[in-house]
């Protein structure tokens, strides 16, 4: 059941429940957002304890509510006359790829290549402080040492707890890409000199995903806060009626919504991105490509960097990976999961890693990557008594992996294809892999696209507070870097958001022009 083609009344609640996926609620209740007349919520809260079924969740600022009811409940909800529709309470997730490799250190300050790409550097932020910029995502280390400084509210959520807070790491390294300071360490963000309001609201906790009702109470309180823009890095596959009457009301009061197109790669539509009035970004390079990963669409609008994006993380969840075999230096990929540890031991060929050997004993695993899932082939390598676990790629380039929930005891990290080619012919040499805690990390995704795109509006909108948020939108869009086909096309958008482009589009030809 879609936003678009409601089910009707007559049919049976068995239809509907089918349509539920295994993820709602207790394995004996469904999770449905009911929508109802005004002033009716204690009705449809006394009619779902009827049904032996509870509220989870009240939608702030609308006439809505999550319910966990029975199935053979949901037929006399949908006869209720104070109910308007009954839908599903989709899930919505962070659109990160995370752990890239090769992770900055802590001291020198980089300006990551995303800055100048849309032209960023280019325009002060001087006037930032006249507009408000609404992060909705999980939480922010508010003490980090590149975030602490700005201009920083947020909610209170029973769900996630304090906003202040960032248990997935996600939060934090979108809130970098906006705003993290200039101050001679780390980052710099789009934003770089504490001018810009930041308001954060916690939808995702250490579990990583949300419910597309909690991300409706989490718009409408952005809007409350007097947010201007609400950046989004998330997303799901299915609309929802609730979500979109949410943004459009917020479009209709002058508040611009931006978000992720998703990771996919394929031509689906990711919601919120998906919905008209919210600002669907695609994912780029560093030399300006799309991004494989990039879900492509006609809703894509604008792009902007997603790939190896620099940024901050919670203070100290960061890794920084590095890789010697002999005397070589390689690029080491992160190992989410791993310790941070050092070992140096002869490498030895540990094939697929698929099952235990004692041959490797003492030694550095070098493992090729397929058949079975990292966590098995680190787990096998320390099972066979190997002190370390470098896993390389099976086709060309780098990537970051993750271990999961399988904790292990030895260092891990990732390779190339080339790279790990190469270290096959110095099987028996002295390989070193050595993993510190980093307060940054490099990440892929179009979560990491929609904060330079977020933050360019703020930093353009700023600067021509005359233009409402409908007319800043057309003009990002005209001003846009065209790339790959001449005009709007489904991979690109309408291409590269430009900052400097924009502001100079604006002067001279006005607002939306």
Known sequence: MTHSKLLPLAIAAATFAAALPAYAAAPDKVRVVVAFQPGAAASIRSAAAAAHGAVAHEIYGMDAMAIEVPPQALQGLQHNPNVLYVEQDEKRYPMALRKAGGTPGNSAQTVPYGISMVQADQLSDASAGNRKLC???????????????????????????????DEDQHGTHVAGTIAAVNNAIGVVGVNPNKQLKLHIVKVFGADGWAYSSTLATAVNKCGAAGANIISMSLGGGKPTKTEEKAFNALAAKNVLSIAAAGNDGNTAISYPAGYASVVSVGALDANMNWADFSQYNSKVELSAPGVAVMSTVPMGTGADSALTVGNRSYAAGDMEGSPKSTASSPLADFGLGDKVDASV?????????????????????????????????????????????????????????????????????????????????????????????????????????????????????????????????????????????????????????
Not at 138 to 160: F, Q, R
């Open 135 to 165: 992060i909705v995502d999980s939480g922010i280390d508010a003490n980090h040492e590149d975030i602490i400084g700005n201009n920083l509210t947020g909610e209170w959520d029973k769900g996630t707890g304090w906003w202040y807070t």
């Open 361 to 513: 004993s003492g030694k550095i695993c070098l493992i090729q990557r397929g058949s079975i899932d990292f966590a098995t082939k680190v787990s096998n390598c320390q099972a066979s008594g190997g002190k370390g676990a470098i896993v390389y790629n099976n086709v060309a380039g780098g990537f970051g992996g993750t271990l999961g929930t399988t904790v292990t005891n030895i260092p891990s990290v990732s390779a190339s294809q080339a790279d790990g080619q190469t270290m096959q012919g110095q099987l028996g040499q002295l390989a070193t892999i050595t993993i510190t805690p980093s307060n940054y990390a490099v990440w892929d995704g179009t979560s990491m696209a929609t904060p330079h795109v977020s933050a360019v509006a703020a930093l353009v909108w700023s600067l021509h507070t005359n233009c409402t948020a409908a007319q800043l939108r057309t003009s990002l869009d005209l001003s846009a870097r065209d790339l790959g086909t001449p005009g709007r096309d489904d991979k690109f958008g309408y291409g590269l958001v430009q900052a400097k482009a924009a502001h100079d589009r604006i002067t001279a030809k006005g607002c939306g022009k």
